[in-house]
């Protein structure tokens, strides 16, 4: 079965961190480029950030640049985002998916209606982040 398997996700305190993982199962991770993205209820799905095939190229959001990392492992088959000094804002349901097409990174994150355009969404992983 093609999927994705989110993990890493739970309570911290505003300034802590947090390492989330992507599993991929039933296709080889390198041949896509692979996003993180999240989602608050009542709001659209954004993207967090998204790393090319290799890991040479990665994109971040605004809130999240300069706070988050993200990196692959594609023996492993995992994607993973390191996320620093976190703050309330960035409380949300973490997803990660994986670009059918030959977009950029950039491109990826940017993507107005992800959920339409990227594919094998995972159930996600809950990031709470107390005010």
């Known amino acids: 079965q093609l999927q994705f398997a989110e993990s890493g996700g739970g309570l911290v305190q505003p300034g802590g961190s947090l390492k989330l993982s992507c599993a991929a199962s039933g296709f080889n991770l390198g041949g896509y480029k692979v996003g993180w993205f999240r989602q608050v209820p009542g709001k659209s799905r954004e993207g967090v950030s998204c790393?090319?095939?290799?890991?040479?190229?990665?994109s971040y959001s605004d809130s999240a640049g300069g706070r988050f990392t993200i990196s692959r492992d594609n023996r492993k088959k995992i994607v993973y985002l390191q996320m620093d000094n976190l703050q309330p804002e960035d409380t949300a349901v973490y997803y990660c998916?994986?670009?059918?097409?030959?977009?950029?990174?950039?491109?990826?994150?940017?993507?107005?209606?992800?959920?339409?355009?990227?594919?094998?969404w995972g159930k996600g992983t809950l990031v709470a982040v107390p005010s």
């Open positions: 790393i090319s095939e290799s890991g040479g190229w990665t």
């Open positions: 998916a994986r670009d059918p097409l030959q977009r950029d990174v950039h491109g990826m994150c940017s993507l107005t209606h992800p959920e339409n355009d990227l594919e094998y």
